[in-house]
């Protein structure tokens, strides 16, 4: 996606940034992926205005390169889960968005880990 949106802002002379045109492109991305797991959350009568919902689509949606229908169906296999199955899948998401982060980052660095670590 990112390759055919430069590709048509070359064409037309348009300049552009291209962290801040990926960054937008993820962030639409993103937006497509959140709607999708929304629409789907409703259908299935699940409080979307409760913040552990919410930080649930959160931490779906932060995955690296997930697409409408992986994350979709990450979300109703939570749904599904019993409880305590819901609070594993909770403690996994957020370690895997805590791990994405610039703090977490951070704690490699001061840690002397950056060196040897890839993100």
Known sequence: MYKEISKQLDAIGYSYDQDELSKCIIRAHQKTVIQAMLVEAKKRNLDVYSDQTK??????????NITVDCAVNTLVDYINSDLNGRKIYRDKLFSAALRISEEFHMVIIQNGEGINRVA
């Open 55 to 64: 930080t649930i689509l959160a931490a779906i949606s932060a995955e690296k």
